[in-house]
């Protein structure tokens, strides 16, 4: 199979090799919506292209459809998008896929990785601001958020993935000789090694960003000859199903078969996971959403890559600039009001308050003051969309009734959450944040993931009692990130191995404009498979090594070497 | 920490990774024992200390000891060997364990590696032949097997564990420096990334080849900073407690914690498997032997890593010299009783016969020439001796009594069983194969491992149907080894498509003296984990790219950079 395509992104891909070797930063794609070429021009494009899909059928020229469903609604006008998707026969996706597998693997790891270099550049090219309006409209995320994070550098997650089959497959020399005495008689022996993969992977998508785990879970599983059926959740399926068609367009341009790619969709009245994840034929699951499902999954699927969520930690013990550290925690537990796996949810800080040059500070004041930063960010209309953006479930506005309730009960509201006016969306599903100060007795409260802008300062004994506490709770109960303010080096020396051991992703004394949780493709590792977060970590070789297996055959070459 | 002892074996290591890379035929050891340096006089230290270890305690200064047991007999003599181990408090092995992970997990990579390969180097100088001994009188392997299979080729695996650990490490930079803008500010980043251990391996050991699987699956956890608890077959202990031994002297010697490795042994009445498996702080589970233990594991361990068993399958075609492939078959049918997972056991023909040179050979006559070149090893008794060996176990003569009933119920007994008497051994437990011709309508007598020596001719339909048989009963039976005969390259083109799908590793047309189950350190990948023979590559990247994880930590840097 021609490698033209992979000579076509070979720069590229040669350069994002260099990125994961070395850990830098570094992108594909330009940072900022304004930096794409003939930008104002592209984003009209895609903003047209998104309205001409509401109200009307998705056709995906899919084998097995069995009529039309389709149920997102946005969390921006409160309207449902109208789009109504092929609802598929499950057992005709996986014997689609299952006979399209073959050929693909027999194809070249380079061809592969060609072909899927291509699907990476025209999401970008054709579609990175159609997809910026569909993510914004069904899962809430702001016009930045959607271009950037779910956008760039979902893109550049895909191509890290990639490079991290390539490193798997290319360890596996496709043939050798081998020649050896047996006694007074010569055995020579030509082998050949061929990469075998699983069958049929399953990548469920979630609700509120999609494509960040799922690009990569389908490079990974593509990239090493698997077939991938995408499962989106209900409530945020047109990003995937844009995915789904550009993957088709590209691998039948190139002369595969597009059913190496499809979409099975259910809805949340009658949830398809559990069929799909038990079916005989489903070799590998990609999962991306609840901790319930997803133990559920890692229990029953033959082979699985979990991202699920847990509490994310902060540790206050002493700053440098608490008022800095602050703003810098406030803005970060907006962001996308706290709708991230990555968003820090817990606050864990010494009842006798946090060390600053000014000298100590108490909790109380802490608490407060921490208050008074989030609050501020929901304050100014346009900021406010900027950081807060839309809540995407209307379960997420229950959830945060119930907690302000349980909180006012166990501990003390610090900031009750209201709605905020959007400017350009003025019937955006919104809230600014609750924020509960309670302690450790308390701790069923915040000690599992309080999905939406739901956050606890937790009150210890002391700085050490705080560390062991946060990290306690994160090997126990999951956390993907945490957060680390301190002046005292051996206390962070402490707090990286006490976090390195729970597994969570520390970041130390960060202030300034970049949001904490912020996670860079090619350099940050995202979730560390210690805990119960996940099991899976974007991107190391773990995510890919396993996706496929080696066979190998050997017959008996002539004994003496032609060389 | 030192990179001393690594310095030591560079030149050795980094020609395993040459090898690896390459997979051509190289060994760290000489191949026969007369090879071995002062081979005499090593054979007698060797015998001595064997000697020496026999009819007494065998003393291990591990944590937890409750008390002495051992129920090894030597195949060879029928005597017990009368060694008593230690029987440890398993929950004082994990303790101890536990506590010596973080340190051995911030020592180096390199450093780790170093102590490893010291730790290899010593197994071999020190004890191939106390090894060899042990070896022959536990699982009843002849001295050349048990020097070569058990001794040199199961230490060249164990290096091999080591170069893929090395390179899944050396994939993770210990340090990156992140820089770029958000808004107008420059945000600088020094990141660290640090290899976590899982936390404690558990390695099952079996009771006829219990190195080969236990070096590399020891190495590849403890390179990767995990401790291991060794838990040997309750009749095959003496070579996995030398191993123990070693290990602990070596690490200790090093400045290590010697209970980074111990050993859990237990009794066939009171096995510890389950206990061990399911102990909450068993983080990974290596496990050789059983399919039906084997599954249980695959489905009870945290993480696994398993070798099981399945029916291993020869389909002949055709072939250019029937009698030299007949010839091979037998030996190989015959090679240490076959007591190895690699040994095969089904022969799939056309009923038609097979096609030769000189015309159709028929099904019959093909069996009944396969029976002869069976019998013909079995025939003259220093032969017998050095190809057929021992019976590890009197079980697996219980089980060839069976099956010798049913074979003549619903086949055709084409040879039976018999005990040959052993030049050197009167005593020992022999048996030469049973051989039964049977077809497809009786699958159930031949689609599972029928450990020991005996097999099945399998009359088919035809030779399309023979290959669909033997490529269809290892993908739902499990087999890790196949064979071939076939002057026919289109069929030998969709055998090696079947077999690759199925999961097994395919040698064909191969004559002469090389066993056809041979499998070489550094050229041969074992099981492939794609059918239910076991889920794990002895040894590809999957085999250690999971056994730690990657936790990372970031702070501020210097804006500027210094160079």
Known sequence: MSDALFDKHRARFERAQQACRERHAWSAFPELPSQVADAEAAQARGLAAFRARLGRRFEIDQPGSLGWIGEEVSPYTGEPLGIAYPQADIEALFDAAERAIPRWAETGARARIGVLMEAVDQLFTGHVFELQQAVMHSAGQSANMAYAGSGANALDRAIEALVYADQALAAVTPAARWERSFGSSRIALAKTYRAVPRGVAVCFSCATFATWNAWPSMM???????????????????????????????????????????????????????????????????????????????????????????????????????DAALRSLATTMCLFSAQMCTSPQNVYLPRGGVATPGGRVG??????????????????????????????????????????????????????????????????????????QTDPRQGDLYREERFGPIGFVVECADAGDALAQACGDVARHGGLTAFLYSRDESFIAAAERGYARAGAQLTINLTGPMPLNFAAAYSDYHVTGLNPAGNASLTDLAFVAGRFRIAQSRRPAAAARAN
């Open 363 to 436: 909790a109380d004041e802490v608490g407060a003051r921490l208050a008074a930063a989030i609050s501020a960010v929901g304050q100014e209309p346009r900021r406010a969309a900027m950081i807060l953006a839309a809540i995407q479930s209307p379960a997420t506005l229950d959830l945060i009734g119930r907690m302000q309730d349980e909180g006012a009960l166990r501990g003390r509201v610090l900031l009750a959450p209201r709605a905020y006016g959007h400017p350009q969306f003025p019937k955006a599903r919104t809230s600014t944040p609750l924020l509960v």
């Open 220 to 322: 990974a599983s593509l990239a090493t000859g698997n077939a991938v059926i995408v499962k989106p959740h209900p409530g945020s399926v047109l990003p995937m199903a844009i995915g789904v068609e550009v993957f088709r367009r590209v691998l039948g341009a190139a002369g595969h078969d597009p059913n190496l790619v499809t979409m099975a969709l259910d809805s949340s009245a009658e949830p398809l996971g559990k069929r799909l994840v038990n079916h005989p034929k489903a070799a590998i699951v990609d999962f991306t959403g609840s901790a319930a499902f997803g133990s559920w999954v890692e229990q029953n699927a033959a082979l699985s890559y979990t991202e699920t969520s847990g509490c994310n930690t902060v540790v206050l013990e002493s700053a440098e600039d608490l």
